[in-house]
């Protein structure tokens, strides 16, 4: 997959909007990814599952972070033949009350995946989340880097991160 072809399918879902945005950190932005959009979208998913799928080992076990990090995570799973969990954002209060859903033993690698990144906090945070319940995670893989601190924020937390696709190539050829 080359880039321009993830950048026509998140056009062609409708996932990349113009015009003024508030998100979810606070800023505002001219544009908006909407990652509902494209990750409810099959090409989009494909494409992207592929696109992740063919970064991992045979032995990687990924990690998605509730809520945008799961549909990416199952779909590439299911790509690649490997298994996930699920890093939430906090405990839920009922039944088993864990943070980690799915399997994971202490020590196993895991690569997270996340669908858009910013500021970098809510990937940051599931990774914790990961390592203290012992995993070790040393890779992220996100669909979309907006290039506003994020990847810089990913980085002083230990991790190498690798976006399919950057707000500068996104954005490219907008007025074309």
């Known amino acids: ?3 321009q072809a993830l950048i026509d399918a998140l056009r062609a879902a409708d996932a990349v909007q113009f015009g003024e945005f508030e998100l979810s950190h606070g800023g505002t932005s001219e544009y908006y990814v909407d990652k509902y959009l494209f990750e409810t979208d099959p090409r989009c998913l494909e494409l992207i599952a592929k696109a992740f799928a063919d970064r991992l080992e045979a032995d990687a076990k990924l990690g998605g972070v ?58 940051v945070y599931a ?43 996104l954005l490219a050829d907008r007025d074309a």
């Open 66 to 123: 509730a809520l945008g990090g799961v549909p990416l995570a199952a779909a590439t799973s299911v790509a690649a033949g490997v298994p996930y969990v699920i890093a939430r954002k906090q405990r839920k209060e009922y039944g088993t009350a864990n943070l980690i859903e799915g399997r994971l033993k202490a020590g196993e690698e895991v690569v997270v995946v996340e669908d858009i990144v910013t500021t970098g906090t809510s990937l």
């Open 127 to 169: 990774v914790e989340a990961l390592r203290e319940a012992g995993a070790t995670v040393e890779r992220a893989l996100v669909v979309v880097d907006r290039q506003e601190g994020g990847r810089e924020n990913v980085e002083a937390a230990g991790l190498e991160m690798e976006a399919l696709v950057t707000a500068d190539e």
């Open 1 to 3: 997959m080359t880039n």
